[in-house]
Every structure is written in structure tokens, then in C-alpha cells.
DNA sequence: GCGATCTGTAACGTGATAGGTTACAGTGAG
DNA sequence: CTCACTGTAACCTATCACGTTACAGATCGC
């Protein structure tokens, strides 16, 4: 189990792909092919980066989806485990 | 970008976590917490597995969560990436 | 001050997904 | 035949990923 709660991926964007290229956010949701919007809410971290926006990411960006994609899921599972005890679940194997 | 359509991870479930202990379908919902018909749908690859499934799926099984969420990431994205070239997105850096 | 631009976000809608229950048909063991 | 297991269809609900439109606040040039 990790100790940290992992950053939500939107930040990073922010940090590592618009911050160093001067792009506003207007900006690159027009490249991304999305919506302010919804680039806004990734940003903020109140959406998640879908399969399809790692791709995106990665063409516009020149990155690897994978990586996107990896840190979701880092953070989906850090907030996963988190409620692991409430879970109703029987343990069948060591 | 990834040659191989990789396998849907309830196949590697079924191979790997029912059929070594013996287990039936029946069995392995009601210890998971979760409906029949949901780890049907999960084995016959016409569901996904969601965070709160992985976590699921290592407390029965005694497994990590995060090799289940990276198999369905990996399967995610080898899907989102054959429809790359559909997506509108300027590319913005190398 | 005034207009232009950027930003977050609320209010709506759509389509897809994850989950549930119930019910039915098919298979295989005994 | 009977029983357990299985896939799956029909139906419901809640949530999510997108979209458009519209508004308010910040910031900038002039």
C-alpha cells in the first residue's frame, strides 16, 4: 500500500506540458480537441484522464499515453485502497 | 505503441485465480462481494475492472491491486490507441 | 475607465458505464 | 430427473465523460 497520496495527474499536465510551452488553457483544450471545460476539470483534478485523453495528450504533447494513463491509475488506486475495509470481501487464498 | 491486442484481464482471472483453487464463478462473487453476474461479465471481457474491483481481487486472492488496474490499463489503451488517428489534436510540442 | 482575453464553474443535456435484481435457458453430474 | 453452475437478457439506478451556453472575476493594453 502506498503511504502518499499521489498528486492527481492534471496538475502534473499543468506543470510539465503548458507551464513550460507559455500555452494557456484555452489553448490547448483547442489542440487537444476538447472542451475548456473539460480541460479545466482535469487540471483541478475533478475529472480523470481517460484512455482516450492519454492519447490525446500524447500527440499534442509528444508524451506516452501509457504514463498518463499509469498515474490515473496510481491515483484511482491510492483512493481505492483507502475504503479496502469497508469492502465485504471473503479472503480465498494466501 | 504496442503490437499485441492483449488479453482482457478476466481471462487471465479465470486462468490464474478461479481455475487453481477450484473455485466456481458462483463461489468467487459471493466472496468478492459482488453479483454473478458482474464477474461474469468481468471473466467474459465485457466489463472492465474498476479500481474498487482490483482492490476486491486482492483481498481474495491475496494478489496486488495494481497488477490487475495495469492489465486493464494496458488493455484500455491498446483499445483508445487504434482509434488515434480519429482524434482532432494539433500537436502542440515534439 | 473600457474592451479584450483568460479562467473557473454552474446549469443544462447526452451517451456510456458499473453496479444491482430477477428470470430464463442450457449444460453437466449424480 | 434433479440439482448446481453458467451465460445472459431485461430492467433499474447512480455516476461519469463529454458537450454547449452563460456568467463572474481577474488581468492586461490602451
Redesign the interface.
Known sequence: MRMHNPPHPGQVIKQL?LEP?G?SVTQ?A????ISRKTLSAILNGRARI???M???LS????TS??SW??QQ??Y??W???Q??KQ????????
Open positions: 506540458c510551452l500555452v490547448a483547442q489542440a487537444l480537441g481517460s484512455p482516450e492519454a492519447v490525446r500527440i499534442a504533447f509528444g499515453a501509457e494513463l499509469n491509475t496510481q484511482d488506486l483512493h481505492a485502497e475504503r479496502r469492502l465485504q470481501v471473503t479472503k480465498l487464498a494466501v
